[in-house]
Nanobody, 117 residues
Framework: QVLLAESGGGLAQAGGSLRLSCEAS????????MGWYRRALGKERELVAT???????NYADSVKGRFTISRDNAKRTIDLQMNSLKPEDTAVYYC???????????WGQGTQVTVSS
């Protein structure tokens, strides 16, 4: 069982920044894709950003130009740098890791991000 532990959530003002980090309990080389998803109150979970093992990235239109995803294989972490935060970014953010050959998806427990106007 792979464990994903998120950190870095909290409260920020609109226009501010936060950095989320997700540490895996095992090497992240095995994961085809890792990423961040979020779920706002009363809404469905949505993709925020993903990063593939080769380094290619994908972002939701709503965060392009403001958020940056990165990975550090040695530290077994992926980070999400969030700049120019907006109140609509308020949500619980979840770390995700996909292991395609085994058809397994792992999820962290989530970290709350709250942006005040």
């Amino acid at each position: 069982q792979v464990l994903l532990a998120e950190s870095g959530g909290g409260l920020a003002q609109a226009g501010g920044s936060l950095r989320l980090s997700c540490e895996a309990s095992e090497s992240i080389f095995r994961f085809n894709v890792m990423g961040w998803y979020r779920r706002a109150l009363g809404k469905e979970r949505e993709l925020v950003a993903t990063i593939a093992i080769g380094g290619s990235t994908n972002y939701a239109d709503s965060v392009k130009g403001r958020f940056t995803i990165s990975r550090d294989n040695a530290k077994r972490t992926i980070d999400l740098q969030m700049n120019s935060l907006k109140p609509e970014d308020t949500a619980v953010y979840y770390c995700n890791a996909e292991f395609w050959s085994r058809g397994i998806t792992y999820w962290g427990q989530g970290t709350q991000v709250t942006v005040s106007s």
